[in-house]
C-alpha cells in the first residue's frame, strides 16, 4: 500500500506555522499546490490554501487529520500568486494563510459554501434536425405556432437565451415548452456573469494621434524588459490614460497577455472601465468592494477562466487571477488609498511591482505629482522613468493665482466669509459664461465642530479623541472614525449654557450658501456622504459630463483623475486643511492635491484659471503648486527629510500598541519599545533606531487608547527581520483588549 500522501495548507488563522493534513485517495489528483481547501480545526471546518507536499522527512503530525474537500476544479492560486501572497506574508509579517484569503473574493472564503453557484440563464437549442418541408409539415401539422418558433430559433443559429425568445420576440413559454417535449429542441443553461458594468452603453475609441511626447512613451514601454516597473511622469492632462491604452492595446492584442489596471479610488472606476471598454470591450474586468459578492466572484472567475483579459479596479484588484500577465499599470501611483490598513496592510504599489517582477510583466507607475519613494526610486535606477512634459491637445495648465485670507477683511456676508472676493467673482463670471466650475473642500458635514462660547468646551466622540461633526439631512453630530451619532445637543455639557456656536464648515453648508447666491445654478456635491449608493460615483460624474451640472463641489474625490473640458475654474476654498498635521507627509499631500484638483482646470480650449484660498501662502506646499513645479517641491521635502530622517531617506515602521485602558496601552507601549530596543542590538544593526513611545496624534479611536513607536531602518532586510520577530515573538498579554500592530511602510502616523 502506498504511503499516505501529505501536504501543507495555509490556514486563517493568526499563527505563523502551516498545517498538515493528508490527502484522500480520491482527491489526489485535484490537491496541488494553490488549490482551496475545506479542512477540519478543532471543532469547525475551514478554507485553507495548499502551499505544497509536506516534508517527507518531517515526522507527521499527531492526530493526524485528513482534508474534507477540494471544491474547485482548477487552484485558486497559480505558482505567481503563491509566490506573492508569500513576498507579502514575509515582508510585511503577517501569517500565509491571512494573506492568502486576502487575495481571494470573499464568497470563496466561507467553508460553509465554499464553491458559490454561478448565475446561470436558461437557453434553448435545437435538438433534432429538420431537413424537408414535408418533414415540418409532418412534425408541426397541428402546431403552427411550434414550427414558427423552431424557424425562428434555426434563424438565430439554433440556439437562444429563453429570456430573449419570450420578452424579445414574443414566443409564450407554453411553446417553448412543447418543442422539447417533443424532442425538437433542449434546455441548456449558461453561466451568466454579473456584470454591473455590462449595462453602460461605452461606444468605441476614437482614433487619437499620440504627440510625440506620448508616442516617445509608448514606444519605450513597448521596449522595456519583462519585470521591470517604469515611472511615467506627466503633467496633469498630458494623456497618460492614452499611453496606458496603446501599452496595453499591444500587450493584449499584440502578445496575447493579460494586464490589471489599479486606481486609486471606486470613484474614479467607471470612468476608467468606460475608457479601457471603449478600446478592449467586453475583455474587462472590473474587481472592487462597491460590487456584490456574486458580481465579484463572477468578473474574478471570468478573469481566471480567460474569458476577460483586463482587471480594473482599487488596490485589491492587484490580486486579480489574470492568466499569463503581461502588464500592471497603477495609475495616480502617489496615492494613499493604495494603502490597506487592515491585515495584511499591504500597499498595492509596491506589491504591483513584486507581482510584476515574478511574472515577467512590465510594472507603470503614473503620476502627475509622484511619490517621494518612486521619484527616488527612479533617481536611482531602481525604476525606468519616462516624462510627458507638456498637455495633450488644445490645453495648456492653468493660471494659478492665491489668495492670503489672513489679508481678507472680515465680512458681515455668511458666504464672503467662505469664497474670498476673487474667487466669487470668479464663480459668478464662469457660470454666467455658461462654463462649468469645481470647488474643492475636503471637509464633510455641515460645521467642523460645535463649541460652547462661554466655557470653550467642544464637542467630542465617546469613543475617539476627535471632535464631532455636525451633519444635517437629518441633523446629527457624527464621528468621522468610529461613526458614532448622536442628536445635536442643547446645551453645553460642562457649564449648562445654551447658546453652542458652529465653527468651520463643511461641504454641507457650503451646499446651502452656494444654493442661496447661485439659484440658477445645478450644483452637485460629491464626498462619502453622497457617494454611499452602489452607483452614487458614477451617477454624479456622468451628470457633470452631460453639462447637466454647473458646479460640481466636495472633498478630495474630486480632485483626481477627473476629465471635464468645459471645466474652466477650480477654486480651493481652504488649502491649509491637512497642511499642519503631525504626519511627515502632510506637505506631500498637500501639494500633490492642490497640483492634483489644479490640473482639472483648462483641459479643453477654452483655457482654465486656478484659485487658492490659504493662510499659508508662502509653505512651499502651495508655492510649488501654484508654479506647477513639481521639482522645485521635491527638491525642498527631500531636504526636509533628512534631518530627521524620514522615508524615503529611510525604512519606515510605525507600531500601535493599543488597549481599552490608556494606563495599558501605556504599559504595552513601554514594553514594546523596550522589546524592539533590546531586539535591534541583538540583531546587531547599527542603521536601526527606535524612537518613542508616544501617544498617537489621534489617542484615541473606537474606545481604544493608542501609543506608537516607530522604528527607522537604512536597509530593508534588517526591518524585515525585527518586524517577523516582533510579530511571532512580542507577548501581548491577554487582558484590556491589547492589541499590537507592526504597520511596516505607513501611509500616516496619525
Known amino acids: 500500500m502506498p504511503p499516505e500522501r501529505l501536504v501543507d495548507v495555509a490556514l486563517p488563522a493568526p499563527l505563523f506555522r502551516r498545517y498538515t493534513y493528508a490527502v484522500p485517495a480520491g482527491l489526489d489528483a485535484r490537491v496541488v499546490a494553490g488549490t482551496r481547501v475545506v479542512v477540519p480545526l478543532g471543532g469547525r471546518r475551514v478554507v485553507g490554501i495548499v502551499v505544497g507536499d509536506a516534508d517527507p522527512a518531517r515526522e507527521p503530525p499527531k492526530g493526524l487529520r485528513a482534508i474534507a474537500a477540494a471544491p474547485d ?178 500587450v493584449v492584442e499584440g502578445r496575447g497577455r493579460g494586464a490589471i489596471v489599479l486606481v486609486p479610488e471606486i470613484a474614479l472606476t467607471p470612468q476608467t472601465v468606460d475608457r479601457f471598454r471603449a478600446v478592449f470591450g467586453d475583455r474587462v474586468a472590473v474587481l472592487h468592494s462597491g460590487l456584490s459578492d456574486g458580481e465579484r466572484l463572477d468578473a474574478w472567475r471570468a478573469l481566471a477562466a480567460g474569458e476577460r483579459r483586463i482587471a480594473v479596479g482599487p488596490r485589491s484588484a492587484v490580486f486579480a487571477p489574470i492568466r499569463d500577465l503581461g502588464a500592471i499599470v497603477v495609475d495616480e501611483e502617489h496615492e494613499q488609498t493604495y494603502k490597506q490598513h487592515e491585515t495584511p496592510r499591504y500597499h498595492a504599489r509596491d506589491v504591483a511591482v513584486v507581482r510584476a517582477r515574478l511574472a515577467g510583466a512590465v510594472c507603470v507607475l503614473g503620476s502627475a505629482t509622484p511619490s517621494l519613494e518612486s521619484w527616488v526610486n527612479a533617481e536611482q535606477g531602481k525604476y525606468a522613468r519616462l516624462s510627458l512634459p507638456a498637455r495633450a491637445g488644445a490645453g495648456t495648465l492653468p493660471a494659478v493665482e492665491v489668495v492670503d485670507l489672513t489679508r481678507v477683511p472680515p465680512s458681515p456676508d455668511p458666504l464672503r466669509r467662505v469664497l474670498s472676493p476673487p474667487l466669487e467673482e470668479a464663480l459668478a463670471e464662469t457660470l454666467a459664461r455658461g462654463d462649468q466650475a469645481i470647488l474643492l473642500l475636503n471637509r464633510r458635514g455641515f460645521a467642523a465642530f460645535i463649541q460652547c462660547p462661554s466655557c470653550g468646551d467642544v464637542a467630542t466622540c465617546p469613543q475617539c479623541a476627535i471632535s464631532l461633526t455636525l451633519h444635517r439631512g437629518p441633523d446629527r453630530l457624527l464621528c468621522h472614525y468610529c461613526q458614532h451619532v ?211 496624534p489621534v489617542e484615541r479611536i473606537q474606545a481604544r487608547w493608542r501609543w506608537h513607536v516607530l522604528v527607522k531602518s537604512r536597509e530593508a532586510g534588517p526591518l524585515s527581520r525585527l518586524a517577523r520577530g516582533f510579530a511571532a515573538r512580542f507577548p501581548v498579554p491577554p487582558r484590556d483588549g491589547a492589541r499590537a500592530v507592526f504597520d511596516r511602510d505607513p501611509s500616516s502616523l496619525l
Open 73 to 250: 476544479e482548477a487552484p485558486a492560486f497559480d505558482a505567481t500568486l503563491l509566490a506573492l501572497g508569500e513576498w507579502i506574508a514575509d515582508y510585511y509579517a503577517v501569517p500565509l494563510g491571512l494573506v492568502l484569503r486576502a487575495m481571494l473574493p470573499a464568497a470563496l472564503g466561507s467553508a460553509d459554501a465554499p464553491a458559490p453557484a454561478a448565475r446561470t440563464t436558461a437557453v434553448l437549442a435545437l435538438a433534432r434536425p429538420l431537413e424537408t418541408l414535408l418533414e415540418r409539415e409532418r412534425a408541426f401539422a397541428r402546431s403552427p405556432k411550434q414550427r414558427g418558433a423552431y424557424e425562428l430559433l434555426e434563424s438565430l443559429g439554433g440556439r437562444a437565451p429563453a429570456a430573449h425568445l419570450r420578452e424579445q420576440l414574443g414566443v409564450t413559454k407554453a411553446v417553448l415548452d412543447g418543442l422539447v417535449a417533443k424532442g425538437f429542441a433542449r434546455w441548456e443553461h449558461d453561466v451568466a456573469m454579473r456584470d454591473p458594468f455590462a449595462s453602460r452603453r461605452v461606444p468605441p475609441a476614437a482614433p487619437h494621434v499620440p504627440t510625440p511626447d506620448q508616442a516617445a512613451a509608448i514606444a519605450a514601454l513597448r521596449e522595456a524588459p519583462p519585470g521591470h516597473a517604469v515611472l511615467v511622469y506627466g503633467i496633469t492632462g498630458s494623456g497618460k490614460t492614452l499611453v496606458y491604452l496603446e501599452f496595453l492595446r499591444e
Open 486 to 696: 448622536e442628536p445635536p445637543r442643547a446645551a453645553c455639557a460642562r457649564c449648562g449654557g445654551t447658546t453652542l456656536a458652529r465653527r468651520g464648515i463643511g461641504t454641507q453648508q457650503l451646499e446651502q450658501l452656494l444654493a442661496e447666491r447661485f439659484p440658477r445654478a445645478r450644483l452637485a456635491r460629491m464626498d462619502v456622504d453622497t457617494t454611499a449608493g452602489k452607483w452614487a460615483h458614477a451617477e454624479i460624474l456622468d451628470r457633470v459630463a452631460r453639462r447637466e451640472v454647473d458646479l460640481l463641489f466636495g472633498t478630495q474625490m474630486i480632485a483626481k483623475g477627473l476629465d471635464f473640458p468645459d471645466v474652466t475654474l477650480v477654486g480651493v476654498v481652504d488649502a491649509d486643511t491637512g497642511i499642519n498635521l503631525p504626519d511627515f507627509r502632510a506637505s506631500e499631500r498637500c501639494f500633490q492635491l492642490l497640483a492634483q484638483v489644479a490640473g482639472r482646470a483648462g483641459r479643453g480650449a477654452k483655457g482654465g484659471r486656478v484659485i487658492i484660498q490659504t493662510r499659508s501662502p508662502g509653505h512651499h506646499a502651495v508655492r510649488c503648486a501654484v508654479t506647477h513645479d513639481y521639482h522645485a517641491f521635491v527638491t525642498e521635502e527631500l531636504a526636509g527629510r533628512r534631518f530627521p530622517a524620514y522615508p524615503p531617506e529611510v525604512r519606515l515602521a510605525n507600531v500601535v500598541l493599543s488597549a481599552l485602558s490608556e494606563a495599558g496601552a501605556h504599559a504595552l507601549a513601554e514594553a514594546a519599545a523596550a522589546w524592539l530596543r533590546d531586539a535591534v542590538g541583538r540583531l546587531g544593526d547599527a542603521g536601526m533606531t527606535v524612537l518613542g513611545p508616544a501617544p498617537c
